[in-house]
């Protein structure tokens, strides 16, 4: 008689595999965050900076650029300053190599200034020359550290530095043709990872897996994603025993003033709390 094939059954995670899969959770969580508090103040920054060129129009990168050189000249002067009682070879170079070449920097702040400005208006067509820009910003800022370190170099007289500094200058060309081709792949990537989420759909989370709160006869524990400012802690005890979470999140903030482990414990129960899997999570 043939051998009926055996079913396979699965092996139980262990705790080890779950405790790990909880500390992905979290640190996607927390990078999340991250991800979210940059956001906030690129949107700040951007906003300010609508405002600005709102403010000043076309002006506004020759005023910036004003401000900006400006500001190296007031270092320049103050490197002066403080080299009268220093009497530093070092500072003395480092100050007039600034105030020799202030035309020269304000023309480069003038030149970024309005290529970003223009990119505003035309973000599209910015690809075609954004990695040229970047290349160029590169090159000058290597140009101007190279020139700081030959300076600083002839009173160290260290030949390590020599050789570094004149290897930089001669190949200074070919970086900007590095850095160049290397801006367009990425761009062709960034564009070509865009075209391809226009095209995924992502899975349709249905009505019934989202009221869904019980495991059998046992009523779970989740992180809820509804009611979520951080980890979705107090979020899930609220919807736990249907109280309303700002109740939750004051007692446990008056809890952290007195005891001051309320800290401690909410990052302990985001990592041990499971995230409602029946929700659909927002980061």
Request: with cysteine; glycine share 8%; charged share 20%.
């Amino acid at each position: 008689m043939p051998k009926k094939p055996t079913k396979k059954t699965r092996k139980p995670k262990t705790k080890k595999n779950d405790f790990e899969h909880k500390m992905e959770h979290f640190g996607e969580e927390v990078s999340q965050l991250g991800k979210k508090f940059g956001n906030k103040m690129d949107t700040k920054a951007h906003m300010w900076k609508r405002q600005y060129y709102k403010t000043f129009g076309f002006f506004g990168p020759l005023v910036s650029s004003l401000f900006s050189i400006l500001i190296v000249a007031l270092f320049a002067l103050i490197l002066n300053y403080i080299n009268l009682a220093l009497r530093s070879m070092i500072l003395t170079h480092i100050s007039l190599f600034l105030l020799t070449n202030l035309g020269f920097f304000f023309m480069v702040f003038v030149f970024f200034s309005y290529m970003s400005f223009i990119s505003k208006f035309y973000a599209k067509e910015s690809d075609a020359w954004s990695p040229i820009i970047m290349a160029l910003g590169i090159v000058i800022g290597l140009w101007v550290a190279v020139e700081l370190m030959i300076i600083i170099n002839a009173s160290l007289g260290i030949s390590v530095i020599s050789t570094i500094t004149l290897q930089i200058s001669r190949n200074l060309l070919w970086v900007f043709l590095f850095v160049a081709i290397l801006g367009y792949v990425v761009v062709f990537a960034r564009n070509a990872e865009r075209e391809h989420k226009k095209h995924v759909k992502r899975p349709a989370i249905t009505k019934s897996k989202m009221h869904a709160y019980q495991r059998g006869d046992i009523r779970r524990l989740y992180r809820s994603s509804k009611e979520k400012i951080l980890g979705g802690v107090c979020g899930g005890i609220g919807e736990y025993f249907g109280v309303d979470p700002v109740l939750i999140r004051l007692l446990w903030v008056v809890g952290s003033l007195v005891w001051g482990f309320g800290i401690l414990m909410y990052i302990i129960a985001w990592i041990i709390i499971p995230r409602n899997p029946y929700q659909k999570w927002v980061e």
